[in-house]
């Protein structure tokens, strides 16, 4: 093998060796996106559930006597609260 032919083959070599660790990197690249999605999946089922419950907490205010309201409202304040600081929190990411 000629000198030039054995710094071919180094050259090669190097190229498959950084051609391997990006493959290696593209890998775990993946693997944190789908944790990603599912960690936002997630979050985004717990946004749809407070959602839900600061909903039916409105409609059980609108249908309350009046001697009841303010004790429902309080609820649903700190419901629409959490919901709102959720909201922030999921976006910020």
């Known amino acids: 093998m000629s ?3 054995a710094y071919i ?3 090669q070599a ?3 060796e950084h051609a391997a660790k990006v493959d290696e990197y593209k890998a775990k690249l993946k693997g944190k996106v789908a944790d990603k999605k599912i960690e936002a999946h997630e979050h985004l089922e717990k946004l749809e559930h407070s959602l839900n419950e600061a909903k039916a907490q409105l409609a ?3 249908g309350s006597a009046e001697s009841a ?3 429902t409202s309080k609820r649903f304040e700190v419901l629409a609260d ?3 600081a959720s909201v ?6």
């Not at 922030?88 to 990411?93: P, R």
């Open 60 to 62: 059980e205010m609108i």
């Open 82 to 84: 959490d919901l709102s």
């Open 69 to 71: 309201w303010e004790e």
């Open 14 to 16: 190097k190229i498959d």
């Open 88 to 93: 922030k929190k999921f976006f910020a990411k």
């Open 9 to 11: 083959e180094k050259a």
């Open 3 to 5: 000198k030039r032919d």
